[in-house]
């Protein structure tokens, strides 16, 4: 199976602020990875999919980048809905697995 | 607009089945366009996967899961199913059944069900 490792796992930050996600796995998954914001009751939320492909109705302060073992999730200016935990899934082979997730909290 | 529905009990005892059933409207299981899948979260935890089904039948489950877990379809009420057996405190979870769209992504999910396993 592979694993997800995401970094750091909790985050604080301020509006406005840039803020990277980092998401390894634990062998090549090429592009098949996802990344999704939940929030506290909420079920998660697809932000990017094929690690840079931007979902419908997503905001463009978010995007995604990497391939291989190594990718990102960047917030280019945090606005107060973004705080939340994220995750990134590989996609590329079952079972699926994800990352442990990221909390980003207001500093 | 696609949407999922969890229903089932929320509470269920040790060494006994889980049993939960998703209804999809907005769109067709049917149409052979996506798999529906189940992912689960202890409270307080992350995200597992537990296996998916075709509108055909066929299934993928999480090989951590696999001896007890069982997806089924059932077209003519645009409806799929899961059933865990033998559960335990472990299995304690809010229970999400979901589509997978684009690069096997989670494009939509539903709101999630809480099932407590406790006697």
């Known amino acids: 199976d592979i694993q997800m490792t995401q970094s750091p796992s909790s985050l604080s930050a301020s509006v406005g602020d840039r803020v990277t996600i980092t998401c390894r796995a634990s062998q090549s998954i090429s592009s098949y990875l996802n990344w999704y914001q939940q929030k506290p009751g909420k079920a998660p939320k697809l932000l990017i999919y094929a690690a840079s492909s931007l979902q419908s109705g997503v905001p463009s302060r978010f995007s995604g980048s990497g391939s291989g073992t190594d990718f990102t999730l960047t917030i280019s200016s945090l606005q107060p809905e973004d705080f939340a935990t994220y995750y990134c899934?590989?996609?590329?082979?079952?079972?699926?697995?994800f990352g442990q997730g990221t909390k980003l909290e207001i500093k | 607009q696609v949407q999922l529905q969890e229903s089932g009990p929320g509470l269920v005892k040790p060494s006994q089945t889980l049993s939960l059933t998703c209804t999809v409207s907005g769109g067709s299981i049917s149409s052979g366009d996506y798999y529906w899948s189940w992912i689960r979260q202890p409270p307080g935890k992350g995200l597992e996967w537990i296996g998916y089904?075709?509108?055909?039948?066929?299934?993928y489950y999480n090989p951590s899961l696999k001896s007890r877990v069982t997806i089924s379809v059932d077209t003519s009420k645009n409806q799929f199913s899961l059933k865990l057996s033998s559960v335990t405190a472990a299995d304690t979870a809010v229970y999400y059944c979901a589509r997978e769209g684009p690069a096997a992504s989670i494009d939509y999910w539903g709101q999630g069900t809480l099932v407590t396993v406790s006697s």
């Open positions: 089904i075709y509108y055909s039948g066929s299934t």
């Open positions: 899934q590989q996609s590329y082979s079952t079972p699926s697995s």
